[in-house]
C-alpha cells in the first residue's frame, strides 16, 4: 500500500476526521491523490444517477471504496511571494493539473541541468 492510500485509508476509516497536513513537491503524489479525489467525483455522479450498483462495483473495482476522498475534505495550496494561494481548480473540482505539470517541468529542468553538468555540457 503506498503512503497516500495510507493517508486516506486512514481518514476514511476514523469516526472524527482528524486532518493532515502533507508537504509535497512530487507531481506523483499530487497525481494519485487526483485520482482518489476523483473516484469521489465519479462516486456522487453515480449517486445522482441513483446508485447504479453496477457502475459502483466498477468504481470500487478500480478504487477501492475505503480510499476514496472527497475534495471538500481537501485543502492544497503553493506558497509564492510569501502568498499562500489555492491550488484546487473548483470547476473540475480537483488539484489543478497545471500546477502539477508545473513541477514536472520544473523538476525536470533540474535534472537537464544535472545531467549536462555531468556531461561537461554546461
Known amino acids: 500500500m503506498s503512503s497516500y492510500e495510507l493517508f486516506s485509508l486512514v481518514f476514511n476509516l476514523t469516526e472524527q476526521k482528524n486532518g493532515f497536513f502533507i508537504t509535497t513537491h512530487s507531481p506523483y503524489i499530487l497525481t494519485a491523490f487526483n485520482n482518489l479525489i ?14 447504479k450498483p453496477k457502475e459502483l462495483k466498477k468504481l470500487y473495482s478500480i478504487v477501492s471504496e475505503d480510499k476514496i476522498l472527497d475534495i ?43 545531467v549536462d553538468l555531468e556531461l561537461g555540457e554546461e
Open 38 to 51: 476523483q473516484a469521489g467525483n465519479a462516486r456522487k455522479k453515480i449517486a445522482e444517477r441513483g446508485n
Open 72 to 114: 471538500e475534505d481537501f485543502g492544497v495550496y503553493t506558497l509564492e511571494n510569501g502568498e499562500l494561494r489555492s491550488i484546487i481548480d473548483e470547476e473540475n473540482r480537483l488539484i489543478d493539473e497545471n500546477i502539477i505539470d508545473e513541477i514536472s517541468d520544473e523538476i525536470g529542468y533540474i535534472f537537464d541541468k544535472l
